[in-house]
């Protein structure tokens, strides 16, 4: 069990978490949710003993380990199917000293101890997880150094899932993932066998993956049994009843004080006065819950709406590479008040479409069509990063109203969330939300016809996404969204682009049918190859012939070391006296010669594999 105990938690003088106690049973999976800035992360540094609490106490159960994502993503020549698989430590070191082995009885101890963790299927249960999180097999036998940041976080996540630990610690993992990954991701903590707690913003995996909330606010942890809908109704009715409490506590403090100002000067009443002076100082005051207002989001509107389409493409084909465009034979129109979410895995090309969409680039084919005189804004996450950060909110809105009055200034910095003293604050000392908010006002500054968002809700809390939502289903032009949230493209919008296998189509099923397609999917593909939507069965480009060299080199280290595992077990089958002393380890011995002689066949079916289509591509 989870013990937090009296907790208090100050930092950098600030009092975070203000003698909190709360119990987490073996097996919960909880979601930590609260306002930005009110010390989640805080508290999982104090959970992993890296922040010394104020006064308090949390304790764990003496085996139990804890995982978290790595701040850093992991980077080098190592594949990403190592990387994985040495986040078991357990089974990496077991490994490491059966290959060097020589006692026959230690032997028996290592392989007894390989079966019990299951040791021979880890490489298929890190290629799941890779899969799931949009890792093809031939990219989980690229080198970390060869991906981005962001995909190597994934890399980092899934190794903190392979390694199952007995207390998962999860800090918005979600911000690294597409639509995709995160509905994998959902569907796979819903599952978790042990203990998990997840920070995050996102209604759905809270309602799909957790059992309880803990909610920190005002200093204060409870716990509700329950996914986020229910700790919503029960929040609540706990919030209508402190109110009639203060309510009823306000009356009878009224009453006494009465009682106390009527004959506190008659002697006669003098004690009774005393007594209900008593009762007052003993009358510990309610202190209702108090339900912070979300600053509002807001696009202006443009100034005139266009005659549709707005946009129209034909037959276009795009990309980087004139020799190799990203897609192909894209055909679609997007009217004046269109709500559209753009669907696919990372990689398939979102991005270049909304690049297309937004005039960033040109098409190397076909024709695009647009309104005179649309106007398009477009915001993007890698944009916090172009913010000036030496520079106010107040600052970025005058360069955009260049000799406007200060008052006018001040109440368009105002109208984008800024307003007072935050309209003076330097962006380098805002929080990654209050960024995004600031982003979002620049980009709509003028009333376009469209607005791009292409993940607008990392660093936006809960109730700021839901301002999001509504600001979005208020704006009267058209609006095109990537994002991994499932809960804003249900209360947006109205169409769904598949962007996949080079092109753009329109999806006619929901989002509980996609989340479907998804997850059998991933699951199908896990254990065997994937080929791209650019490849061809008879011909395979250069650099995947340098991929297939690697499996096949991969595949014959593999077959040669669990052959020298083999090899080890039968020397220890062969002690005369195995069977007699300890029949169990025997058994179990037994059972792990069988599970290596079938990572054996799988790495052999493996090379077998990579040879023949290395053949194949060689011509």
């Known amino acids: 069990m989870l013990a937090i105990t009296d907790l208090s938690i100050r930092l950098a003088g600030r009092l975070l978490i203000d003698q909190s106690s709360v119990q987490i049973t073996p097996g919960s999976r909880v979601g930590l949710v609260g306002r930005n800035g009110t010390g989640k992360s805080t508290l999982f540094k104090v959970i992993r003993g890296e922040l010394a609490a104020e006064h308090g106490s949390v304790t764990l159960p003496p085996r139990w380990r804890i995982g978290s994502l790595a701040q850093e993503a992991p980077n080098g020549p190592e594949s990403l199917i190592s990387v994985v698989l040495k986040a078991d430590l357990e089974r990496d070191a077991l490994l ?3 290959e060097h082995a020589t006692d026959p009885h230690r032997i028996a101890e290592i392989q007894t101890r390989l079966v019990d963790i299951d040791a021979h299927s880890a490489p298929s249960r890190a290629a799941a997880i890779l899969s799931g999180l949009g890792f093809s097999a031939a990219d989980q036998l690229r ?29 918005e993992p979600t911000n690294y993932l597409d639509l995709e990954g995160t509905l994998w991701l959902e569907d796979h903590l819903a599952h978790y066998p042990r203990t998990v707690i997840v920070i995050s913003h996102d209604r759905d995996l809270l309602e799909s993956s957790v059992d309880q909330i803990l909610h920190l606010e005002r200093g204060k942890l409870t716990l509700y049994k329950g996914t986020y809908s229910s700790f919503e109704e029960q929040r ?56 912070e207002d979300v600053r509002e989001i807001s696009f202006p509107a443009p100034e005139k709406i266009l005659s549709p389409p707005i946009i129209a493409a034909d037959n276009v084909s795009v990309g980087y590479d004139p020799a190799s465009p990203v897609l192909n034979r894209v055909t679609l129109r997007i009217d ?16 270049t ?12 084919s076909g024709k695009v ?26 600052d970025h809105v005058r360069k955009l109203m260049g000799d406007a009055p200060e008052a006018k200034v001040r109440a368009r910095a105002g109208a984008i969330g800024f307003s007072g003293k935050a309209a003076d604050t330097k962006a380098g000392k805002l929080s990654g939300g209050e960024k995004a908010r600031l982003l979002l006002g620049l980009a709509t500054f003028f009333g376009p016809n469209m607005i791009i968002l292409d993940e607008p809700t990392n660093h936006l809390d809960i109730d700021s996404r839901a301002a999001l939502a509504e600001a979005i289903n208020e704006f009267p032009g058209a609006v095109i969204m990537v994002s991994h949230d499932r809960y804003l493209i249900e209360a947006c919008a109205e169409r769904l682009w598949i962007v996949a296998d080079r092109t753009v189509t329109n999806y006619d099923g929901d989002l509980d049918e996609y989340r479907r397609l998804v997850l059998s999917t991933r699951n199908a593909e ?25 499996r096949i080199a991969e595949a014959e280290a593999e077959i040669a070391r669990v052959s020298e595992i083999i090899a080890k077990i039968d020397t220890a089958l062969a002690l005369p006296d195995i069977f007699a002393r300890d029949p169990k380890q025997a058994a179990q011995l037994s059972k792990a010669r069988a599970n290596a002689a079938d990572a054996l066949a799988r790495a052999e079916e493996q090379w077998l594999e990579a040879s023949t289509q290395f053949e194949e591509a060689a011509g």
């Open 96 to 98: 490491a000293e059966a």
């Open 143 to 171: 080198p970390c150094a060869e991906f981005s940041g962001g995909w190597r976080m994934r890399v980092a996540l899934a190794a903190t899932l392979f390694a199952a630990p007995d207390l998962l610690l999860l800090d």
């Open 236 to 291: 609540a009715a706990r919030e209508l009843l402190d109110a009639k409490a203060v309510k009823r506590q306000e009356a009878e403090r009224a009453r006494l004080q009465s009682f106390v100002d009527r004959f506190k000067a008659k002697a006669s009443k003098a004690r009774q006065a005393q007594s209900r002076v008593k009762m007052l100082e003993r009358l510990k005051p309610i202190t209702a819950l108090v339900t």
């Open 336 to 351: 004046n008040d269109d709500r559209i979410a753009l669907l696919g895995a990372n990689g398939n090309g979102k991005s």
């Open 353 to 364: 479409l909304v690049k297309l969409l937004a005039g960033r680039l040109a098409p190397f």
């Open 369 to 394: 069509t647009r309104a005179d005189k649309l106007s398009i804004a477009y915001f993007a996450q890698h944009q916090l990063d172009e913010l000036n950060e030496d520079a106010s909110a107040y």
């Open 526 to 550: 896990a254990p065997r190859e994937r080929s791209a939507p650019s490849e061809k069965p008879q011909r395979l480009r250069s650099d995947n012939r340098g991929s297939l060299k690697k």
